[in-house]
Nanobody, 124 residues
Framework: VQLQASGGGLVQTGVSLRLSCAAS????????MGWFRQAPGKEREFVAA????????DYTDSVKGRFTVSRDNAKNTVYLQMNSLQPEDTAIYYC??????????????????WGQGTLVTVSS
């Protein structure tokens, strides 16, 4: 199983970025997908998740209304559209896969597969 995250970069406050995570080696449509982030000196935290069908999404409070998670099962890819980026969004962003036969979850331990991360830096 391989999850390849991309799309990070250095941006200014208020700008948008779209992260992508391409999956291979698994039946993508059988998995819920999550995005997590880890800021320097902090623990990895849940950001957003989308159900295997794309019909259900979940967001941590700090990104609600600014970030949108979506997926394209035909392309085996999950996206994180990030708008109105703030310096506190600076982190390495990871995508992760959770068995779609289980319910959606925000815990890191609930996800079986992880990507390598992509760095997002927001300058003030």
């Amino acid at each position: 199983v391989q999850l390849q995250a991309s799309g990070g970069g250095l941006v200014q406050t208020g700008v948008s970025l779209r992260l992508s995570c391409a999956a291979s080696g698994l039946t993508f449509s059988n998995y819920h997908m999550g995005w997590f982030r880890q800021a320097p000196g902090k623990e990895r935290e849940f950001v957003a998740a989308v159900s295997w069908s794309g019909g259900t999404t979940d967001y941590t409070d700090s990104v609600k209304g600014r970030f949108t998670v979506s997926r394209d099962n035909a392309k085996n890819t999950v996206y994180l559209q990030m708008n109105s980026l703030q310096p506190e969004d600076t982190a390495i962003y990871y995508c992760a896969a959770r068995d779609g036969f289980s319910g959606m979850d925000r815990k890191r331990s609930a996800y079986a597969y992880w990507g390598q991360g992509t760095l997002v830096t927001v300058s003030s």
